[in-house]
């Protein structure tokens, strides 16, 4: 029996039952193309679909007719005139069939309206000249741009944009990127993929005085590009930042103004060192790299509440620590890093630089044949702030994990509650294993231990 048919059975439609603003809402978390086919629902449906505030549209559903796409969209348009179309999402993902002009005109028009949130997403790099118009936009409120080719500009108005998405585009000029940003006076949100392969500036700049929250990933996309140059860097002005996550692992600098004390930060970036994850023994780390970029970095974010550092930056500050003394994150309250077995040493070290430290996880990467692990030095943190602990080793432990549990709970003054997270290749190691956790001495008798089976 059709669905349709089930709801006369129970003599009830509930869902047509319900008020035009609530379907709507329904609706709109809907590609067009399943919007249009409730259509045929009812009378009232046929015109509920008309009445949407949206277009989400790939265009391959048209099978690259795009003159049916553009006659359909203008029809949709033309019945909108007592509103405005406050969402519009494109997306192509062909890459053997370009765009016609008609489409590109047609979303030219789309942009002089009233818009507010606007997301075009092609497979690859299309020109795209509707760019131009979209720079005078005025009632933009978020941008997502995806493998779109962004030409050079002189004038740009986007005083209402707040969130903006810049996805492997291509950039007509070196400065476009750092131009169409520092164009966004109320801009929040920042997110930035680039391709090293397609980027022919190598200094990535942002500056804003309003941005809350940036995500910069610079890829290496298939992998086989490289540049040993220490011309890439990233220079960061953005003093109201709450979050930032980086991770680039071809700029050889790092160039941040200071953040404020509640700001998050996930760091993973190898200052252009070649193959570090691969680097076991980090005296084979050579000095291509400079150390005070590394000072810089670390200074910049140690004011900083909430850090989580990656097996790769934690290598590199391995060797750096063999030089240097790390500064001081007093603020610190929380720290996830993901260590690699062989970097273990380095971890008391790190949290002697966190003085206040309330929460701590350790994930371990990589199973090692070696197990012999030994820190010869207490942190202050273990002995008066440190209350939660967590350990993670998604592959089957081979000892590290036990003996690093045992420090920190023979350790940890302070301690509330430790959870070991780890597989276990039977129920009888699980046992095991809590017995044994359960064995240690503890320097806090309120430690609350347990082991969570991943």
């Known amino acids: 029996m059709s669905n349709r048919g089930a709801i006369r059975r129970h003599g009830v439609d509930r869902i047509s039952g319900l008020p035009d603003h609530l379907l709507s809402h329904i609706l709109s978390n809907l590609p ?88 075009v997403i092609f497979d690859s790099v299309d020109s795209v000249d509707m760019m131009l118009k979209l720079y005078l936009c005025e009632t933009l409120v978020s941008l997502k741009l995806q493998n779109v080719w962004l030409e050079c500009f002189e004038i740009v108005s986007l005083p209402n944009l707040k969130v903006m998405h810049l996805v492997e585009n291509l950039y007509g000029c070196d400065d476009t990127m750092k131009n169409l940003i520092s164009s966004c006076p109320v801009l929040e949100d920042l997110t930035i993929v680039k391709l090293v392969a397609e980027v022919t500036a190598k200094v990535l700049q942002v500056s804003s005085p309003s941005l809350n929250s940036l995500k910069l990933l610079v890829d ?20 109201q930042l709450t979050y930032l996550s980086l991770h680039d692992h071809q700029s050889a600098g ?91 040493e380095i971890l008391p070290g790190v949290l002697e630089c966190c003085p206040n430290l309330k929460s701590l996880v350790v994930k371990l990467n990589k199973v090692m044949e070696r197990e012999e692990i030994s820190f010869s030095s207490v ?33 940890s003054l302070v301690l509330e509650k430790f959870t070991l997270c780890r597989r276990f290749l039977s129920k009888e190691q699980e046992s095991l294993v809590v017995k044994g956790l359960k064995a240690f001495n503890k320097g806090s008798s309120a430690a609350q231990v347990n082991v969570v089976v991943l």
Request: proline share 2%.
């Open 379 to 411: 942190p202050k943190c273990l002995q008066s702030s440190l209350e939660y602990v967590e350990i993670k080793r998604t592959k089957y432990g081979n000892g590290v994990e036990m003996k690093l549990s045992k420090y920190f709970l023979e350790n």
């Open 32 to 119: 067009t193309k399943k919007v249009v086919t409730t259509s045929i629902l009812s009378k009232r449906w046929r015109k509920l679909w008309r009445a949407m505030p949206f277009l989400d549209i790939d265009l391959g559903d048209f099978n690259d007719d795009f003159a049916t796409f553009v006659s359909f969209a203008s029809s949709f348009l033309e019945n909108s005139n007592e509103r405005c179309l406050d969402k519009l999402k494109l997306s192509f993902e062909r890459e053997d069939v370009y765009l016609s002009s008609s489409v590109l005109s047609w979303v030219q028009e789309v942009v002089k309206r009233e818009i507010q949130h606007l997301e």
């Open 220 to 239: 290496h996309g298939d992998g086989s590009y490289t540049d040993d140059s220490d011309d890439w860097k990233v220079i960061i002005d953005a003093p």
């Open 254 to 344: 790092f160039v941040i103004s200071k953040m404020d004390s509640s700001a998050k930060v996930e760091i993973n970036v190898a200052f252009n060192v070649e193959d570090i994850e691969n680097i076991e023994d980090i005296e084979n780390i050579d000095d291509s790299f400079e150390r005070s970029a590394v000072h810089k970095l670390l200074t910049s974010l140690s004011s900083v509440r909430d850090m989580t550092l990656s097996g790769t930056t934690l290598k590199i500050m391995r060797h750096y620590m063999k030089h240097e003394s790390m500064p001081q994150f007093r603020n610190m309250k929380q720290l996830y890093v993901k260590l690699y077995i062989c970097d273990l």
